[in-house]
């Protein structure tokens, strides 16, 4: 590897100079997103796992670095595409900058089913989604306590975060 100072000083600017996001030997970023579950019979998904459960009422999570205004589901282009396509196009926008994951952790907040059987599946899919060593992402599973409207399963969230290495020049 290079030394961060060497791969970094060459093109450390400080202050920016332009509105251009700064090119600095590190990032992070921070992710959360809640779903509602419906009424209904639908698949759970999370990672790309699809988790059995015991309810009727269910909605799919994929939890990853936040892409809502990256991909607006105004536009035809990413209405109702599946998660893995945004992440794959987040991917390709990381790397086009010259940066790759430094390390992911996440934490899924679901009252049930319980996600710990799965945890290994989902880290593996989203190494081989993110092109990451799966010892650099870290999951985590939480119930709600029961109180407000993830505890009554109602809904199910995540909170991500990534840092970003910035590849030796
Ligand atoms: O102890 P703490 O409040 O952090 O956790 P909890 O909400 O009581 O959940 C206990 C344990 O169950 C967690 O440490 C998770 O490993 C696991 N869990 C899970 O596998 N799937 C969930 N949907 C929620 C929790």
Excluded at 7 to 24: F, G, H, K, M
Excluded at 135 to 141: D, T
């Amino acid at each position: 590897g290079v030394p961060m100072s060497e791969a970094a000083s060459p093109t450390l600017e400080w202050p920016p100079a332009s509105n251009d996001p700064p090119v600095l030997p590190f990032r992070v970023g921070l992710g959360f997103d809640l779903h509602r579950l419906e009424e209904g019979d639908y698949k759970l998904i999370i990672g790309g796992v699809e988790i059995p459960h015991s309810r009727d009422a269910i909605l799919g999570a994929l939890c990853m670095p936040d892409i809502g205004q990256q991909f607006p589901d105004t536009d035809p282009k990413w209405k109702g595409a599946a998660s893995d396509v945004f992440v794959r196009e987040s991917v390709r926008l990381m790397e086009d900058r010259g940066y790759q994951l430094g390390n992911l952790d996440a934490t899924i907040i679901a009252q049930k089913p319980k996600l710990s059987p799965f945890k290994e599946q989902i880290r593996n899919n989203l190494a081989n989604l993110l092109g990451a060593h799966p010892s650099v992402i870290n999951l985590k599973a939480k119930t709600h306590e029961g109180v407000d409207s993830l505890g009554e399963n109602r809904s199910i969230a995540c909170h991500a975060v990534v840092m970003l290495m910035r590849d030796p020049a």
